[in-house]
């Protein structure tokens, strides 16, 4: 059984950091894409960064977290982290992890495998 284990989310102030965390656990097949999305009550998932694994990394970022935010990948310990600096109220949402091995499906949104979401949260 596949399982996608968040933490670090919290409450912090305009401009701080928080570092997420995605624990891959029970999955042993390449993953094609790793990759963070956020959604706000009321309002449609977003893609926030993906790791394209497939033919070598390449990494995309939604325009508005765009040098403020950084995904890797720590290979050994199977952890998918989203280093998050220069936090703005707009970046307030609730952030999933989520991995799949196909490639085609790396580019939508019905991604395979997917965490249960920690809570970000920014106050100005």
């Known amino acids: 059984q596949v399982q996608l284990v968040e933490s670090g989310g919290g409450s912090v102030h305009t401009g701080g950091s928080l570092r997420l965390s995605c624990a891959v656990i029970?999955?042993?097949?390449?993953?094609?894409?790793m990759g963070w999305f956020r959604q706000v009550p009321g309002k449609e998932r977003e893609r926030v960064a993906v790791m394209h694994l497939a033919g070598g990394n390449t990494y995309s970022y939604a325009d508005s977290v765009k040098g403020r935010f950084t995904i890797s990948h720590d290979y050994d310990k199977n952890v998918v982290y989203l280093q998050m600096n220069s936090l703005k109220p707009e970046d307030t949402a609730m952030y999933y992890c989520?991995?799949?091995?196909?490639?085609?499906?790396?580019?939508?949104?019905?991604?395979?495998?997917w965490g249960q979401g920690t809570q970000v949260t920014v106050s100005s």
């Open positions: 029970g999955y042993t097949a390449g993953s094609a894409c």
């Open positions: 989520a991995t799949d091995f196909r490639p085609a499906y790396c580019f939508s949104y019905e991604w395979k495998y």
